[in-house]
């Protein structure tokens, strides 16, 4: 059973920083495109961040462009998303993704496998 895990959401304060992480389990994820969207209550599923199976490649939403860093370690089969900056706007459930195109893609509908999210909460 290919499963994706978030953890490190929480409650933190306008400004300040959180980790989160996603550990995959059941088969390996070093070939696919890994990325991370959010969702608040009452709106739709919003891209955030995305990285190439390599590494080399990321891309981000404008919103928190600067301020959101995607990274991988394929070795530990996990995929990061460090955020510094955090505004009362970031506040969502955090939800990992894994895509088997070979190329960075943006959209949720070519996610393949999901984690059950994990919910951020910025403070004002």
């Known amino acids: 059973q290919a499963q994706l895990v978030e953890s490190g959401g929480g409650l933190v304060q306008a400004g300040g920083s959180l980790r989160l992480s996603c550990a995959a389990s059941g088969r390996t994820f070093s070939n696919y495109v890994m990325g991370w969207f959010r969702q608040a209550p009452g709106k739709e599923r919003e891209f955030v961040a995305a990285?190439?199976?390599?590494?080399?490649?990321?891309n981000y939403a404008d919103s928190v462009k600067g301020r959101f860093t995607i990274s991988r370690d394929n070795a530990k089969n996990t995929v990061y998303l460090q955020m510094n900056s955090l505004k009362p706007e970031d506040t969502a459930v955090y939800y990992c993704a894994a895509s088997r195109k070979a190329y960075v893609v943006t959209t949720h509908l070519l996610y393949n496998y999901w984690g059950q999210g994990t919910q951020v909460t910025v403070s004002s």
């Open positions: 990285i190439h199976w390599s590494g080399g490649s990321t």
